[in-house]
């Protein structure tokens, strides 16, 4: 398994030289001014929003190579830090000084795609993204996508102990420390904004936010990363449901419940619990992976899209899923038998039905047919990354 997964690797990567660092992405139908008007009628009037959406709605489902007419190519950061973090990974795997050249490359990227607003290093999208309450502006720090490229640097840091990388961490935490607004949810409790400001309750955010201030934690040896940490991941855990569930938020309006989130959520316990281990993370955990078990995958054993839908669903199975179920598996690798199974089961998966001919993975699998156009944010880059970890930690 672990050669035919390394031949995976090196012919995505030998694709990837040819076909650049752009991509198509999953939200480009909504990411023109077109596009999120259209999105931002159908969250303020769903009746008449349907029938300004259904054309794209459409092209996503039956037409995906459409997404090209909608918005350009761009690349996004945290494809660059998955990308980093995956080459950095396959450098370790096979000791080819190609490998690390490209990761320190796309380290220079991160360096160079920055927010440009704040003094600190952190990144979010480079195009409006419209939601249910506004329209997040380009350039906004987002508290999702900032701790992965934090911990692209760690990996090169590891590798190299350039003082550089580690400065960056340093910047980076402080961000996450000083840039998001806590709200509290009880005594000891609090939900961390999105981004610098408004939108909380979202649990995925607080529990990356908590990951990231206990590494920052770690490097400076400042209280105040863990205490602020701390009350955050209270949050989290307050937000389980008696069945094991996590809700997208605790908002009373978006409660669906998604595979990737689930694995966002869980992946910020893990990481905190490494750190400092909890009995309540732990007892949480355990809860967690039995709901995701048996919620979360399909009749074929696969990762499927929701447990609890917010909309109908256009495809049967995405990329982006089986990358954070194999994340999150390499994590609890050996702690359970029935997860190590479904998380082998999805890479046979991967390797064996979603390699195209070039070397790209296929990004969904549709109703009727494939969505093979490459997306490096949705699923690519993440998947080159998690199997990337996958054969260094589990074959």
Sequence with gaps: MKQQILSVLENYSTWLSRFGEKSQDHQDFFASKVGRSAKNLYYKSPKIGTLAVAPMVACEAFFPWTRRLYFPKQRLPISDAHFAMGFAALYRLTQNESHLERSKHFLQVLEDTRCPKYSEFCWGYPFNWQTVHSTIEAGTPLITTTPYCFEAFRDLHRIDGNDKWHEIMLSVAKHALVDYQDVPTGDESATCTYMPYGRTHVVNASSYRAALLYAGWKLTGEDAYKETADRNIRFVLESQKPDGSWPYATDGSRDFVDHFHTCFVMKGLIKVNTFAPNPAIERALEKGIDY??????????????????????????????????????????????????????????????WVQKSGAFRSRKLLVGWDNVPMHRWGGSEMFRSLALYAESCC
């Design 292 to 353: 995701y078990l048996e919620h979360l995958f399909d009749e074929d054993g696969l990762p499927k899209p929701f447990a609890i839908a917010p909309r109908m669903t256009v495809y049967k199975r995405e990329l982006y899923d089986c990358a954070e179920c194999i994340n999150l598996g390499v994590l609890l690798r050996g702690t359970n038998s029935k997860l190590d199974a479904a998380v082998d089961h999805t890479v046979k998966e991967i390797t064996s039905n």
